[in-house]
């Protein structure tokens, strides 16, 4: 039988009902592959103890309600470590925030509160999510568990660990620049980007606020579909969140129109990624979806406009950080030292160079040619995207050009920026995307000879069409488990 | 090229300090991600009305107040003593014991001065 731990939501939700299992039980099963394998691992940053009144709740709920309970009553999910529990630390893997507790919970908490889910610990991350490796994490960082010499992605690396590894049934993450569908493409789970203003951002530690999506890391595209059913909708506490329906309605055809930009694969690639996104590619078609070739030319320059609009917001969102409300504070002769002393102690190596980044693009003289530039080129790439979504239905390419790289592969920062060259245009458009695992492929590992490493497929769907996104992303998986 | 001393202005607007072992490294990757992001100011964009025609061709959402309502979110003081439990001043000034008065008040240094 399976282990409780290794079930999906579904499966979880299931037994629970049919009484094979109770949520005590889910929960211990969950606590204790947690503690057994973070030491190895970590994926959390913190493993939180039992809360018993929830789970008794939980437990009595499914009782009473029993199929009419939500499906997410006694779940135990991870959370990432930039998301707000109240009482809880969120420290956004930084030793600014490592003492901060939250005041209050995060709208898609509290929903998840409210939909009966339990928390079974917060996840490591890079640095307020900049990163895609969790080695900028100021904790250390998360290994990927296949393969423990090599990064799990980031930012949400922990949260993606934690699921790969059956240490939570399910996550949350967000993603500015592919910090959800990259680590879960490299550790093959399913990674969800919700339409910029699907989900509420209100408690969630701000990097990039023109970018930043909350978005699930789970098992399958069921279980990603039904986080973020249970965590979208329009919030008071988010102004950007928006209402169903504001882009219009769409058809969901039964055979998809998938488009390729083929013109962005030619180099850059691993050939055995190719090779098994082909291999995909002709799987949907041989379903009776159709591929579809598509040109994208702003995408080309879409990574060096979003090095230029998320440094530019991330300096402005963390100049809050001073060391005077909350946070870390270390005290100087003047207000001026303390601010200076502050943010230099508590930001690491990555912050502080975006934070440079951020200021310098920003700056008079070098606005117009860097931010305003970033911004008009993002114009352009939006509208390159809805034009094709006229003859498309969703996009496709490799969620990354590599499986997951080994522990200090990439120590040039620039070389680590080029991770995100696929997953950055969904973020700059605001459309929907989604990574899912299409394959495996080999690579040398120093921890034990050869191993198969997950590779994910993406693709992207016009506003509020993440109904396309699912649909498409189940036909992979069921090719994928064929 | 970038040099030392423009990094040090940057810190310096940015109100962190690069230590002087860390200025060539980063002033040196500064350069190789500027040479990258640089590929953008010399893309040709759209210019003036054709700009704006791109961009206004997509039939845009109507228009919708984003505002909350102008009334109490919460109760008074609902949150200050959680918000004041965070302050780099609360322990000290509570030395340990339950939130008092003292306590709740966030303590800045003196920014005027009489020299």
């Not at chain 1, 939909?115 to 890079?126: E, Y």
């Not at chain 2, 940015?14 to 300090?17: E, L, N, T, V």
């Given at each position: 039988m399976i282990k409780l731990n290794e079930m999906t939501i579904v499966e979880a939700a299931r037994a629970l009902r049919a009484r094979e299992c109770t949520v005590r039980g889910l929960w211990d099963a969950c606590a204790a592959a947690a503690h057994a394998r973070n030491p190895e691992l970590n994926a959390y940053l913190e493993i939180f103890d039992a809360d018993f009144s929830a789970i008794t709740a939980a437990q009595k709920r499914i009782d009473s309600e029993g199929e009419s309970a939500p499906l997410l009553c006694g779940i135990p999910l991870a959370i990432k470590d930039n998301i707000l529990i109240?009482?809880?630390?969120?420290?956004?893997?930084?030793?600014?925030?490592?003492?901060?507790?939250a005041t209050y919970d995060a709208t898609v908490v509290r929903k998840l509160k409210d939909?009966?889910?339990?928390?079974?610990?917060?996840?490591?991350?890079?640095e307020f999510a900049m990163g895609s490796s969790t080695e900028h994490s100021a904790f250390g960082a998360t290994k990927n568990p296949h393969d423990i010499s090599r990064v799990p992605g980031g930012s949400s690396g922990g949260s993606a660990a934690a699921v790969a590894a059956h240490l939570a049934i399910a996550a949350l993450g967000s993603d500015t620049g592919g910090s959800v569908r990259q680590p879960a493409s490299h550790t093959g789970i399913v990674g969800l980007k919700p339409t910029y203003g699907a989900v509420s951002r209100s408690g969630l530690i701000a990097m990039g606020s023109s970018l930043d999506q909350i978005g699930p890391l789970a098992k399958s595209v069921a279980d990603a579909r039904i986080l973020y059913d249970a965590i979208c909708g329009i919030d008071s506490l988010d102004s950007t969140t928006i209402p169903n329906?504001?882009?219009g309605q769409?058809?969901?055809?039964?055979?998809?129109?998938?488009?390729?930009p083929y013109h962005l694969l030619g180099k850059g690639v691993d050939t055995d990624v190719i090779a098994a996104f082909d291999v995909m590619l002709k799987q949907l078609a041989r379903a009776g979806h159709t591929i579809v070739d598509v040109e994208l030319p702003m995408s080309s320059h879409a990574l060096a406009a979003y090095y230029v609009i998320m440094p530019a917001e991330v300096s402005t969102n963390l100049a809050r950080l001073d060391g005077i409300r909350y946070g870390h504070a270390a005290r100087g002769k003047t207000l001026l030292e303390d601010y200076i002393l502050s943010r230099t102690e508590g930001f690491g190596e990555e912050t502080r160079r975006r934070i440079l980044l951020g200021t310098f693009v920003l700056s008079s003289g070098y606005i117009d040619a860097y931010y305003r530039k970033a911004d008009a080129a993002r114009a352009v790439l939006r509208q390159e995207y809805m034009d094709a979504f006229k003859k498309v239905d969703s996009i496709a390419f490799p969620t990354t050009p590599s499986p997951a790289f080994t522990f200090g592969e990439k120590s040039d920062p620039l070389a680590m920026y080029l991770e995100d060259i696929f997953t950055v245009t969904a973020n700059l458009t605001g459309m929907p995307a989604i990574s899912v695992p299409m394959g495996w492929i080999p690579r040398e590992s120093a921890e034990k000879g050869t191993v198969k490493l997950p590779v994910g497929i993406h693709f992207t769907a016009p506003h509020q069409a993440e109904d396309v996104l699912f649909a498409v992303s189940l036909a992979v998986e069921k090719a994928h488990n064929a | 090229m970038t040099t030392i001393d423009e990094v040090k202005k940057l810190a310096a607007l940015?109100?962190?300090?690069v230590e002087d072992a860390e200025l060539e490294k980063f002033t040196s990757e500064f350069d190789a991600i500027l040479a990258y992001i640089e590929t953008i100011s010399m893309v040709e964009m759209p210019q003036g009305n054709a700009l704006r025609r791109g961009l206004t061709k997509a039939k845009k959402p109507p228009l919708?107040?984003?505002?909350?309502?102008?009334?109490?979110?919460?109760?008074?003081?609902?949150?200050t003593k959680k918000i004041a439990e965070q302050f780099p001043s609360f322990a000290k000034a509570t030395e340990g014991k339950p939130a008092s008065e003292a306590g709740m008040y966030l303590e800045v240094k003196q920014i005027i001065s009489h020299d």
């Open positions: 109240e009482g809880k630390i969120a420290s956004a893997a930084s030793k600014m925030l490592e003492n901060y507790r939909a009966g889910a339990l928390f079974i610990g917060r996840t490591n991350m890079d329906g504001l882009y769409h058809k969901l055809p039964k055979n998809l129109r998938i488009g390729v | 940015a109100r962190i300090r919708r107040n984003v505002m909350r309502a102008d009334d109490e979110p919460h109760a008074a003081r609902a949150y």
